[in-house]
C-alpha cells in the first residue's frame, strides 16, 4: 500500500528535528528511546554516536548504563570504565560500575573500588555497595545491618533497591516472614517494581503456591508479552503443574524472542522429553552444551552456569562430571540447596546411597519449604532398605504438605510397603464422601501396583457394595479382574462403566486392549470409532486404529488415519514414521517425500530415516541418492547382519554393484545365514549378467537347502533376463497358484508380455479376487485400450469399485469420454481436479474437459495453469491450441501447432494434431 504525501509528511513534523549524523544528535535519539526504556534502539543510537566521536562522553556514559540495564554486564563494565577514566563525575558512575562488577561475581574489584573512594562511605549508595559486597560473599548478618543502615538514609528510588536486596538476602537465609513487607513496601512504577513482583513470585514458587506465581507471571506478561524471566517463569510453573502443553506453548513463545538463551533451551529440552521425544531433546541439551563450554573460564565459575552446566550433566546420565561441578559450586556456594539435591540425586544415581542421603538431609535443612526433598529423601532411605526412615520422612512431609497430591502417594505406598494397609485405608477414609471414594479408588490402584491382588479385590468389592453409579469404581474392579486374569469378568465391568457412560475413554481402551489380546480385531476397532467420535483427533486412538487397520490387512485405512496426527507434535515422530513406511509400500512416492522432508527437519536423522529416504530415492529413480545414502547407512549398520542384508537388498534394486559387493564382503565376515547370502550372491551375478555364475550359485544352493520358492522366483528372473520367456512362465505360474502374491502376478505377466490375451485374462481373474486393486485396474485398461477396446476400458472403470474415490481414474475415464459424452467427462474430471487440484495431468484433462464442453475460455485458464507445471507436455499443447481455436484466436493457435512440427508425437497426439491443422 503506498502512503500519501500528507501522512508522510505529518509524520516528518510530528519527529524532533536534530542535525544530522552528528554525535550530539544520535545521542539525543538515544535519550527518546531510554526514556521509553528501548533498549536496543537506544544502544544502536548511541554506538552511532560513539562512531561520529569515540570521545564523546555523554553517549559513553549513557551506553554503559543502557547495558547494565540490559543485563549485558562486561560490556557496561567496559564502556563504565571508559567513562571513569574519559573524566565522566564518580558519582553515581562507580555505583553502576559496581553493579556490573558484582554481576559478574567480581568481589575483588568491587572491594578494590570501595577501598578507592573512602570519601563516600557515609553515602547511602555506598553503603548499598558494602552490603552487596557482603552478601556475595555470604557474609549475612554484616549485609542485613548495612542494609538497615543505608534504607534509613536512602531516598525514594534508592530505597526500593534497597529493600529488594535485603529481600533477596532475607530468601537467601529462608526468612521468609521477612520478605513480603518490604516487597509491599517497593514501588510498582519504580526501577525495582518488576524486579520485585519476580521476586515474589519466586517466594510463592519455594512456598508451593504456584497460582500465586503463576499470576504474577500472567500479569507481567500482559503489560509486555516480551517480559524473558515472566515467560520463562510461567513455562516453569506450568510444568510443575503438570501442564504440559501449556508450558510448551509459553517456553516457545520464550525462544521465539530468545532462541539462544541455553536456560530456555534447557526447560524446552525438559519438556520435549517429558513428552516422549528422547531424540530432539537430545539434540537441544548438545547445543546447550556447546553454548556453556564456550563461556569465558570466569563465566563458568558463576553459580547459575555451574549449577546449568551440572544440570547438564546429569541430564546426560554424565554423574561424575555433574558432581565435579557441583562439588566446585558448593564450595563457592555453600548455601545453595539445589546443589546439594542434585548432589543427592547424583550419587544416588551411582549407587551411593550413604553419600547421598548426607547431601539430601542437608538440602532438606537449608529449604525445608520444598516438598520435593522430602521425596528425595525417601527415595534415599529406599535405595538404602530403610523403610522405617523412609516412612518417618514422609510422614513429616504429609504434616507438612497434606494437600500435595505426589506426597499423599507416596506416603500411601510406604504405609503398603511397611504392611500398614489398615493406617492406609483410615489416610485415604478419613475425608468421608466423594473424597473418600476417590482415595479409596487411588488406594486399589496403589494395591495393583503393589502386586497386593487380594487387596486391590478387597478394596473393589467395598467400593461396590458402597456405590455403583461411579465409572471410575467399574473401571477398577475390570482392571482387578484384568490382572487376576479373567478376561470375561473384566469385560463385563468395563461394559457396565460403559452402561454408565457410553463414551469413558478408560473403559473403552480396555475392551479394545481385551479384543486385541484374544487377536479380535473387529471389536478393537469398535471401541475405538466410538472413541474418535468424541475426539476425532486423538492421537492414541488414532495410532492403535492404524495398528488395527494393519492387521485387518486395510492399509488404505491405516494411511488414513495416520495422516490425521499432528504434523507439528514431535512426540508423534514414531508414528509418522510409520506412516512414511506405509507411503513407500504403497508407492505414494509424492507424499512420502513431503513426510520425509519434514521428519528431516523435526528430528535428528535416524537409521529408519535414512534408510525410508533411500528407498523413496530408488522408487524415485534418484540412484546417485539412493547410493549416496546406503554408504551412510553401510557405516551405521556395520555390526548389525539383519540390516545388512536389508541394504543389500536395496543396493541390488539400486544397481550399486560395488556397494553391495562391499555389503556382502562384511555379511560374510559376520556368518549370517548360508541362504541369505546365497541368493544375494545370485542377485549380484544377475545384475552383472554372470548367468551361468548365478545359476550354478542357485544350483548348489537346491542342492544344500532343498527347493525353495525363492530360488525358484529367482530361477525365473534369470530366466526373464535371457528373454527365455516360457521357461520363466513355467515357473512362475505354480508359484503365483501357490503365494497368489502380487509380486508372482507381475513377474507372470512379464512373462506373458508377448501374449496380450492370457495378460488379460490374468488381470480378470485378479480382479475378481481383488477389486479394489488400483494398480491392476489401470494395467487392465491400459491393456484394452492398446488392444483397441476402448469400449471395454471405459466399461472396466465404470464398474470399478474405486471410482468414486480415486481420482485418476475419474481422470482416465474422463478422457475416455472426451468424444462420446463430454458432459459427464467434465464431471469426472472436475471432481478429480477437486480431489487433486495442483496434480498437472489432471489439470490437463480438466481444461480439456471444459474446452469439449464449450467452455474454452474456462478451459484455457485451466490449461495454463497446467502449463506452468508441465511446459514440455505435448498433449497438454495440443490442447491449449484447441482451446484458442474455439476462441477464434487462429494465429496464436497455429503458432503453439508450429512449436510441435518437430516434435516426437504419440500416434494419439498425432491423430489430434491432424484434426487441429484441418480447422
Known amino acids: 500500500m503506498k502512503l500519501r504525501l500528507l501522512a508522510v509528511m505529518v509524520a516528518l513534523m510530528a519527529q524532533p528535528v536534530f542535525a544530522a549524523d552528528t554525535a550530539a544528535a544520535y545521542y539525543e535519539k538515544a535519550r527518546q528511546y531510554s526514556q521509553q526504556q528501548q533498549w536496543r534502539e537506544a544502544e544502536l543510537e548511541l554506538r552511532n554516536s560513539l562512531q561520529q566521536n569515540p570521545a564523546y562522553l555523554p553517549a559513553r556514559l549513557m551506553l554503559g548504563q543502557v547495558l547494565l540495564k540490559a543485563g549485558n554486564w562486561s560490556s557496561a563494565e567496559k564502556e563504565l570504565q571508559l567513562a571513569l577514566d574519559g573524566g565522566a563525575a564518580t558519582e553515581p558512575l562507580i555505583y553502576d560500575l559496581m553493579r556490573a562488577l558484582l554481576a559478574q561475581q567480581k568481589s575483588n574489584d568491587v572491594a578494590f573500588l570501595l577501598d578507592r573512594y573512602p570519601q ?165 541439551l548438545r547445543q546447550v552444551q556447546m553454548q556453556l563450554n564456550n563461556l569465558p573460564e570466569n563465566a563458568k565459575e558463576q553459580e547459575d552456569v555451574l549449577l546449568l552446566a551440572a544440570t547438564m550433566d546429569f541430564s546426560q546420565e554424565k554423574f561424575e562430571q555433574a558432581i565435579l561441578k557441583l562439588r566446585r559450586a558448593l564450595k563457592l556456594y555453600p548455601a545453595n540447596y539445589q546443589v546439594h539435591q542434585l548432589l543427592a540425586q547424583s550419587y544416588l544415581q551411582l549407587g551411593d546411597a550413604k553419600t547421598a542421603g548426607g547431601f539430601s538431609r542437608q538440602a532438606l535443612e537449608l529449604n525445608p519449604a520444598d516438598f520435593q526433598l522430602y521425596l528425595l529423601g525417601a527415595a534415599v532411605a529406599r535405595a538404602q532398605r530403610d523403610p522405617a526412615t523412609e516412612l518417618k520422612l514422609l510422614q513429616q512431609a504429609f504434616s507438612a504438605f497434606p494437600q500435595q497430591p505426589e506426597i499423599r502417594k507416596a506416603y500411601v505406598q510406604s504405609l503398603l510397603s511397611n504392611n500398614q494397609s489398615a493406617e492406609a485405608r483410615r489416610l485415604l477414609t478419613e475425608q468421608g464422601g466423594a473424597s473418600q471414594q476417590a482415595d479409596l479408588i487411588v488406594l486399589g490402584y496403589l494395591q495393583l501396583e503393589q502386586g497386593m491382588l487380594n487387596e486391590a479385590r478387597q478394596t473393589a468389592a467395598d467400593l461396590l457394595k458402597s456405590d455403583q453409579s461411579k465409572v471410575e469404581i467399574f473401571q477398577l474392579a475390570g482392571d482387578v479382574a484384568a490382572k487376576s486374569a479373567d478376561p470375561g469378568l473384566a469385560r463385563q465391568f468395563f461394559q457396565q462403566a460403559l452402561t454408565l457412560d457410553a463414551n469413558y475413554k478408560p473403559s473403552l481402551l480396555s475392551l479394545a486392549s481385551l479384543a486385541l489380546q484374544q487377536q479380535d480385531w473387529n471389536s478393537a476397532m469398535q471401541a475405538y470409532r466410538t472413541l474418535l467420535q468424541k475426539d476425532a483427533a486423538d492421537p492414541l486412538v488414532l495410532q492403535l486404529m492404524a495398528d488395527a487397520s494393519l492387521r485387518l490387512g486395510k492399509a488404505p485405512d491405516a494411511i488414513h488415519y495416520l495422516q490425521q496426527l499432528d504434523q507439528q507434535d514431535l512426540k508423534l515422530v514414531p508414528a509418522r514414521m510409520a506412516l512414511l513406511e506405509l507411503y513407500l509400500q504403497t508407492n505414494a512416492l509424492a507424499e512420502a517425500k513431503d513426510l520425509a522432508a519434514q521428519l528431516t527437519e523435526q528430528t535428528d536423522i535416524s537409521t529408519d530415516l535414512y534408510f525410508a529416504k533411500a528407498r523413496l530415492a530408488l522408487q524415485q529413480q534418484d540412484l546417485t541418492e539412493a547410493k549416496r545414502l546406503s554408504e551412510i547407512l553401510y557405516g551405521l549398520w556395520y555390526d548389525q547382519a539383519w540390516r545388512l542384508r536389508d541394504l543389500a537388498d536395496l543396493q541390488l534394486r539400486s544397481q550399486d554393484n560395488s556397494g553391495v559387493a562391499k555389503t556382502l564382503t562384511r555379511l560374510q565376515a559376520l556368518d549370517a545365514d548360508e541362504a541369505s547370502i546365497g541368493l544375494l550372491q545370485a542377485r549380484l551375478a544377475l545384475l552383472e549378467q554372470r548367468f551361468t555364475d548365478g545359476m550354478k550359485l542357485l544350483q548348489k544352493l537346491q542342492s544344500s537347502l532343498g527347493q525353495q520358492p525363492a530360488f525358484a522366483e529367482l530361477k525365473a528372473h534369470f530366466h526373464l533376463a535371457q528373454g527365455q520367456d516360457q521357461a520363466a512362465a513355467a515357473l512362475l505360474a505354480p508359484l503365483f497358484k501357490q503365494s497368489g502374491d502380487q509380486r508372482h502376478l507381475l513377474l507372470l505377466l512379464r512373462a506373458q508380455r508377448r501374449d496380450p490375451t492370457a495378460i488379460q485374462q490374468l488381470l480378470r481373474d485378479w480382479l475378481s479376487q481383488h477389486p479394489t486393486d488400483l494398480s491392476a485396474t489401470m494395467l487392465l485398461a491400459e491393456q484394452l485400450e492398446l488392444a483397441g477396446l476402448p469400449e471395454q476400458a471405459r466399461t472396466l472403470y465404470q464398474q470399478s469399485p474405486l471410482l468414486d474415490t480415486q481420482a485418476v481414474l475419474q481422470n482416465n475415464l474422463a478422457v475416455l469420454l472426451f468424444d462420446t459424452d463430454p458432459q459427464q467427462a467434465l464431471k469426472l474430471a472436475q471432481k478429480a481436479h477437486q480431489a487433486m487440484p495442483e496434480q498437472p495431468d489432471i489439470l490437463d484433462t480438466y481444461g480439456y474437459a471444459l474446452v469439449k464442453a464449450g467452455q474454452a475460455e474456462q478451459g484455457l485458464g485451466v490449461l495454463r495453469d497446467a502449463e506452468i507445471r508441465q511446459p514440455n507436455s505435448s498433449l497438454l499443447q495440443l490442447h491449449i491450441a484447441a482451446a484458442l481455436q474455439q476462441l477464434k484466436r487462429p494465429e496464436e493457435a497455429k503458432a503453439v501447432l508450429l512449436q510441435l512440427k518437430d516434435r516426437p508425437l504419440s500416434a494419439a497426439e498425432q491423430k489430434l494434431l491432424q484434426q487441429l491443422q484441418k480447422n
Open 120 to 284: 563516600f562511605k557515609t553515602q547511602p549508595a555506598y553503603q548499598l555497595m558494602r552490603a552487596n559486597l557482603h552478601k556475595a560473599q555470604y557474609q549475612y548478618e554484616e549485609a542485613a545491618a548495612l542494609y538497615q543502615q543505608s534504607l534509613s538514609q536512602a531516598d525514594a528510588a534508592l530505597a526500593d533497591e534497597i529493600r529488594f536486596q535485603l529481600a533477596e538476602l532475607h530468601l537467601k537465609q529462608q526468612q521468609f516472614s521477612q520478605i513480603q513487607p518490604l516487597l509491599s513496601a517497593i514501588r510498582v512504577d519504580g526501577a525495582f517494581g518488576k524486579k520485585a513482583q519476580y521476586l515474589q513470585a519466586q517466594l510463592y514458587l519455594i512456598q508451593q503456591q504456584r497460582d500465586d506465581a503463576l499470576k504474577i507471571y500472567q500479569q507481567l506478561l500482559s503489560r509486555d508479552d516480551s517480559d524473558a524471566i515472566a515467560l520463562l517463569g510461567k513455562a516453569q510453573v506450568l510444568q510443575q503443574q503438570g501442564k504440559l502443553a501449556e508450558a510448551l506453548n509459553a517456553i516457545v513463545s520464550y525462544r521465539e524472542k530468545f532462541p539462544y538463551n541455553p536456560y530456555g533451551q534447557l526447560i524446552h529440552a525438559a519438556l520435549i522429553g517429558l513428552q516422549g521425544d528422547d531424540k530432539e531433546q537430545n539434540r537441544m
